[in-house]
């Protein structure tokens, strides 16, 4: 018999076993190759004795084509996949209904910086300024300055702070004009000199970055005595 006809006896058992195997295969990526592959591998006496997968390839993978052909097109199997999914589906559920959820992990008691831990002890306290830190060293203000800042010896820090309460208490903002001059990526506040102010900075109109120069000259180290 030729190699490329099958014996007409063989066909029933042939096909019924290739019906099998489609039966197990994924439809959508199944071939011929593959199934023959799983005929070869059935238990002895599984295919009708004429039949030679090797020298009769051509014509088994003939009939495999036929066999496919009829159950896509009359869906007469259920591919693999979709029989492994819905069992996939199925224990997935079953896992999920059985698996008892884990108990929520305690949360950790965030802690705060500087909070205290452990409650008995008393909070730590703010650290006094260092009065011999070069800038809460008093200064001498002339009397312009101090005329304008209420006292004759204050540090520079207390300087600007008064000079800034006298300010705002007198409305010297100049606040139609907030873009101002910027110094790199700060805005600096213009400043409406009074009579007091004019008198300090000689000009009717300081930025706040200006004043901070102009404020040097107002005061005098105070030398320790010996």
């Known amino acids: 018999m030729s190699n490329n006809t099958l014996d007409p006896s063989a066909l029933p058992a042939l096909r019924e076993r290739i019906f099998d195997v489609l039966r197990d295969s994924d439809l959508s990526v199944v071939s011929a190759k593959k199934i023959r592959v799983a005929l070869s591998e059935m238990p002895e006496g599984s295919l009708p004795a004429s039949v030679n997968l090797v020298d009769q390839k051509k ?124 110094c790199k990526r700060r805005a600096l506040m213009q400043i409406m000199c009074d009579a007091k102010l004019s008198s300090l900075f000689g000009k009717d109109t300081v930025d706040s970055f200006e004043m901070a120069k102009l404020i040097g000259p107002h005061l005098e180290k105070i030398e320790p005595s010996t």
């Open 59 to 182: 014509a088994v993978d003939a009939e495999i084509r036929k066999c496919y052909d009829e159950v896509t097109q009359k869906g007469t199997t259920t591919s693999k996949s979709s029989a492994s999914t819905e069992s996939d589906v199925t224990d997935a559920s079953k896992k999920r209904a059985a698996k008892p959820k884990a108990a929520a992990a305690p949360k950790k008691a965030s802690k705060k910086r500087g909070a205290n831990a452990q409650g008995d002890e008393e909070p730590k306290k703010k650290r006094a300024p260092n009065p011999n830190s070069p800038l809460n060293r008093p200064m001498r203000l002339s009397s312009a300055m101090a005329e304008v800042c209420g006292g004759n010896e204050m540090p520079r820090h207390g300087v600007v702070k008064q000079l800034w309460a006298y300010i705002k208490e007198h409305n010297l903002q100049n606040e139609s004009n907030k873009r101002q001059v910027r």
